[in-house]
């Protein structure tokens, strides 16, 4: 549900963006806080991956898979306050934001769907004989390595 009320209220920001009632303004914290969330989120979502897949944690995968899609909106993020500092596209932010809701009606339906949600654990489960698993011990059609 996070995923769908974060596209929620980032289209209507965006919207009343483009449409003038609010314009965005340099933010060169914001640049600051992007660029360092971008070098960062990669590496603490396979962690997490990584943790829920040893524990045989579901939901802990799960968090992973919103933690990386913060990689993918900490990108759009920096592009967009880049474009608008450097270039004073206003309309930069607002369509990035957009991108950024887009991105997140996706996770959120796969979430919603069970996709990227195999949790077994390495190092307790044996697989059977008439289990199938990939090199990470992942069930056939399973993301969680990604």
Not at 8 to 32: C, F, K, N, W
């Amino acid at each position: 549900m996070s995923f769908f009320a974060l596209a929620a209220y980032v289209t209507v920001d965006a919207v009343r963006a483009l449409t003038g009632t609010g314009e965005a303004e340099r933010s060169i914290p914001g640049i600051v806080i992007a660029a360092l969330s971008l070098a960062v989120m990669p590496f603490l979502s396979a962690a997490q991956r990584r943790a829920g897949r040893e524990l045989g944690s579901a939901s802990a995968v799960a968090d992973s898979k919103q933690t990386l899609l913060c990689t993918y909106l900490s990108a759009v993020l920096l592009l967009g306050l880049v474009l608008n500092a450097t270039l004073d596209w206003s309309w930069a932010d607002p369509i990035a934001a957009l991108v950024i809701a887009a991105i997140a009606v996706k996770e959120g339906r796969d979430a919603w769907q069970g996709k990227g949600c195999c949790a077994t654990p390495t190092a307790v489960a044996i697989p059977s004989a008439d289990t199938e698993t990939d090199a990470c011990s992942c069930s056939p059609g399973c993301d969680c390595c990604n």
